[in-house]
């Protein structure tokens, strides 16, 4: 019964209009996240949502850094620009320094068929318009079966699970949340190549509450301030 339960909801939520996914964040200007690494502190995203008329431009950035005995071990940060027009998708780029390796990645989009085109540092080539830029603010990406990666461009297959209602605790706020898993489906992938994120979302509002996953060390994405 829990499994039926959860699959009408999925299925409910997967429904929504996509072409009104973007407007859905209509009321945000501003996202900030703090990012920590086995409970420890280590760095931030931020989201700036900046709006003329119908078109839609978001500016993201991250910074992070690990560090022991007083020594950086490794360190990340990254700038990126997002653009819809009229809530479709326009267009990506981003620049990307990840302990001192430089990646980037550039998407436009056909103008005759809408088809993505993407000039990354691990991907170059034409996709279906399908396919969602991976920045996890967007919820419509539940419903998409790949994702492309925001730092090099990589065509990342998914499987998504929808892992059922939770409340969510930040600071002194709760959350009513959705949650969901992001999963590779090619499993010949490398394990650093593998998604196994799990992502939250707010029931009524689908804004972006909470990110988590395992990869040398326990990451959590927490929702600190919103605008």
């Known amino acids: 019964m829990k499994k039926f339960l959860l699959s009408i909801a999925l299925i409910f939520f997967l429904s929504l209009d996509i072409n009104a996914h973007v407007d859905h964040y209509s009321k945000y200007n501003y996202l900030e996240y ?51 027009k009229n809530g479709v998708f326009y267009g990506f780029n981003s620049e990307t320094n990840q302990n001192k390796k430089k990646k980037y990645v550039n998407i436009s989009i056909d103008p005759i068929d809408k088809d993505l085109i993407i000039d990354g540092s691990s991907f170059k080539g034409k996709v ?45 706020k709760t959350y009513k949340t959705l949650r969901f898993n992001f999963s590779s489906s090619d499993p010949s992938l490398s394990k650093d190549k593998k998604l196994n994120t799990d992502i939250w979302y707010e029931e009524d509002t689908f804004l972006w509450v909470k990110a988590a996953f395992d990869k040398t060390g326990y990451w959590e994405y927490r929702l600190k301030n919103v605008k």
């Open 34 to 84: 703090e990012l920590y690494r086995n409970n420890k502190l280590i760095g931030f995203h931020t989201y700036k949502f900046q709006r003329n008329g119908d078109n839609l431009i978001i500016d993201n950035e991250v910074s992070f850094k690990i560090s022991k005995l007083g020594i950086d071990l490794y360190s990340y940060y990254a700038k990126g620009t997002e653009e819809y």
């Open 128 to 172: 279906n318009k399908e396919m969602i830029i991976g920045t996890w603010w967007n919820h419509e990406i539940v419903q998409k079966r790949a994702q492309i990666s925001a730092v090099s461009g990589r065509i990342i297959e998914q499987k998504v699970e929808f892992k059922g209602k939770e409340k969510v605790k930040i600071g002194n």
